[in-house]
């Protein structure tokens, strides 16, 4: 049977109720007393996302333009480039393709091809009845961008990296068009750019761009390598996110 990755859902009606007594109490402490340690599940990683033409985000923010966490608008035009550097090889997976419903369920993701044909999915186009696949490829990246020129302002970047600069941590879900053109440039670099150094060794320039698909014009990552750190700035790197 294919293996169906769900999460779990969590439904509290007061995220401070374990905190609450039931009963009046009197002299009730300033603080809960010592608390313990965060772990790394306490965090939560900003995510990247590429502004379309259409959607939620588009409301909001410039078409073509980066955003982080959905609050923070990182350039101000399509083509205007960020620099990343890609921490580790990026995380492939699978997804089951469902049409756009916010109040649909969610999709059932898959490790590998097996689970997915297992599952009653394909993830090639049937050409004959021209049929599109009922599963998609994706990746997760988890990256550093550095921090931007303009706006000199922008928040969020507190991670200082020696020979980069001020940096913001980023998660990057890649899928459809964006998988086609990003995720597999960076599998690509995987096995022709690295020389044996890990993916952290690159600074790459992350720009939009509009690409065909169908009978539609979408907006996509582009990534251009512009420049290799030497040894000193791969070791920061290393030692600042304690990487292998």
């Not at 859902?9 to 340690?37: C, H, K, M, W, Y």
């Not at 982080?68 to 205007?80: F, H, I, R, S």
């Not at 053109?181 to 890990?198: I, V």
């Not at 509009?210 to 251009?224: C, D, F, M």
Request: charged share 25%; proline share 7%; hydrophobic share 40%.
């Amino acid at each position: 049977m294919a293996k169906i990755k769900t999460e779990p859902e969590i439904v509290r009606t007061n995220p401070l109720e374990d905190f609450i007594p039931s009963e009046p109490r009197e002299n009730l402490p300033a603080t809960q007393g010592a608390s313990a340690p965060a772990e790394k599940s306490d965090f939560i990683t900003p995510k990247l996302n590429l502004v379309q033409k259409i959607g939620d985000l588009s409301a909001l923010f410039t078409a073509g333009t980066w955003v982080l966490n959905k609050e923070t608008q990182l350039t101000k035009a399509v083509g205007d480039p960020l620099q990343i550097v890609v921490l580790e090889r990026p995380y492939k997976y699978y997804m089951e393709h469902l049409d756009y419903d916010p109040e649909g369920p969610r999709p059932r993701l898959f490790t590998t091809p097996e689970e997915v044909a297992e599952a009653g999915l394909t993830l090639e186009w049937d050409n004959e009845n021209n049929i599109r696949p009922t599963a998609d490829r994706g990746a997760k990246v988890l990256m550093l961008i550095i921090k931007p020129d303009s706006p000199a302002d922008v928040g969020g970047f507190g991670l200082r990296v020696d020979g980069l600069g001020l940096c913001a941590l980023a998660a990057w879900n890649l899928t459809g068009t964006a998988y086609k053109t990003a995720a597999r440039r960076l599998f690509t670099a995987e096995q022709m750019d690295l020389n044996g150094e890990p993916f952290y060794s690159i600074v790459w320039n992350l720009r939009s761009q509009a690409v065909k698909s169908g009978k539609y014009t979408v907006l996509s990552p582009q990534l251009i390598v512009n420049r290799r750190l030497d040894a000193t700035g791969i070791a920061a790197v290393k030692t600042k996110l304690n990487l292998s």
